[in-house]
């Protein structure tokens, strides 16, 4: 089963790399865009089979090492 | 309107930190994942207020400058 998740930067936290997007796209001639914000995504193929199980083997990764949980959110998305 | 795009590399393409991300989760007690691919998130908020503009503004984005088309491929993910 194939869970996918996604880590954002919390809300206050800079994030440089998406300013840098924001001006490059703003100098490409995107002149409407407001903000970017750049984050991670991960797509971890488990052998469980069970979804709950699945979602909460990946939850305890996120928490252990995936991401950085004082400036990080992670968003574990449901397989479809 | 904030639209979400995830890229990831195509599925032939080699995923070194991926695997690097694999082998770590292997290594903490983590035995039953598969896989590990990992990709790019990026959440930009634009003044277009019609979902179907703003979509294909972050598409020409991707295209242009956030995806490399020859190795990677872009989702973009709908507003809710």
Same mark, same amino acid.
């Given at each position: 089963? @194939?869970?996918?998740? *996604? *880590?954002?930067? !919390? @809300?206050?936290?800079?994030?440089?790399?998406?300013?840098?997007?924001?001006?490059? =796209?703003?100098?490409?001639?995107?002149?409407?865009?407001?903000?970017?914000?750049?984050? !991670?995504?991960?797509?971890?193929?488990? @052998?469980?089979?069970?979804?709950? @199980?699945?979602?909460?083997?990946?939850?305890?990764?996120? !928490?252990? =090492?995936?991401?950085?949980?004082? *400036?990080?959110?992670? !968003? *574990?998305?449901?397989?479809?």
């Amino acid at each position: 089963m @194939k869970i996918s998740v *996604i *880590i954002t930067l !919390k @809300k206050d936290v800079l994030d440089p790399q998406g300013k840098v997007i924001h001006q490059t =796209l703003d100098g490409m001639g995107f002149e409407d865009v407001n903000e970017v914000r750049q984050g !991670k995504y991960f797509e971890i193929d488990t @052998k469980e089979t069970d979804n709950d @199980k699945a979602k909460a083997k990946v939850e305890e990764m996120c !928490k252990k =090492l995936l991401a950085n949980l004082v *400036i990080e959110n992670y !968003k *574990i998305i449901d397989p479809k």
